[in-house]
């Protein structure tokens, strides 16, 4: 199956640092890719959707200079958490979609974020 | 609005018993159903999907699930759990009028019980 990687799994950072996250498609080219929060025991909730080459949609209540979002190239969509607080901590995950009409996204490991 | 529905937050079962999760989504004329399964502090795996065709499907790990139009539901179920289906389980759903934006519902915990 395809494989979306993620990367870190895993940051530590100071309140007001920024945090890039990666995701990449490793053996498929994603037109579209969606990152995701996940607060402990709830579900996932989008955030944006980045295609690439264009600027991402995201969705109501999330703010786009808090979460800027890059999609450069069709395998690599990046989410920078920037000037962080604890409260930006939580499960961030990634999926990407092979083409516009594709019927099934794959996901990444996802990135715990904690803000200290 | 599209929504997805888990009436379950939480299943305890024993191992080897049955399990049936439940998903009921809202009402559209074009949707693909989804479930997948969460590990801790990981990604989501597919474990099915329908798309058309057949309301029976099958998938990885002994699970299936069924499509029932009428019913707007799309329940999971297995036969004989082990411990290692203990996880997250969460049910999908892409609205095509939504863009083939993913919908979850708010996942249901399994915990497989010796």
């Known amino acids: 199956g395809a494989v979306v990687s993620q990367h870190p799994s895993w940051v530590i950072c100071k309140s007001g640092t920024s945090v890039k996250i990666e995701c990449r498609s490793l053996?498929?080219?994603?037109?579209?890719m969606f990152w995701y929060r996940q607060f402990p025991k709830q579900s996932l909730m989008l955030m944006a959707t980045s295609n690439e080459g264009s600027k991402a949609t995201y969705e109501q209540g999330v703010e786009k200079d808090k979460f800027l979002i890059n999609h450069a190239s069709l395998t690599l969509s990046t989410l920078t958490v920037t000037s962080a607080h604890p409260e930006d901590s939580s499960f961030y995950i990634c999926?990407?979609?092979?083409?516009?009409?594709?019927?099934?996204?794959?996901f990444g490991q996802g990135t715990r974020l904690t803000v200290v | 609005a599209q929504s997805v529905t888990q009436l379950d937050s939480q299943v305890p079962v024993f191992e080897e018993a049955p399990v049936e999760l439940r998903c009921n989504y809202s009402?559209?004329?074009?949707?693909?159903l989804f479930w997948y399964v969460q590990y801790p502090n990981q990604g989501l795996q597919l474990l099915l999907k329908y798309l058309s065709g057949s309301t029976l499907v099958k998938g990885i790990n002994g699970f299936e699930a069924e499509f029932n139009k009428s019913q707007t539901s799309f329940h999971l179920r297995k036969p004989s759990v082990h411990i290692s289906d203990t996880a997250e389980y969460f049910c999908?759903?892409?609205?095509?009028?939504?863009?083939?934006?993913?919908?979850f519902g708010g996942g249901t915990r399994v915990l497989v019980k010796p």
């Open positions: 053996d498929f080219q994603a037109t579209t």
């Open positions: 999926s990407a979609r092979p083409g516009q009409v594709a019927t099934e996204a794959f």
């Open positions: 009402s559209s004329v074009s949707v693909y």
């Open positions: 999908a759903v892409t609205y095509k009028a939504a863009g083939n934006k993913l919908t």
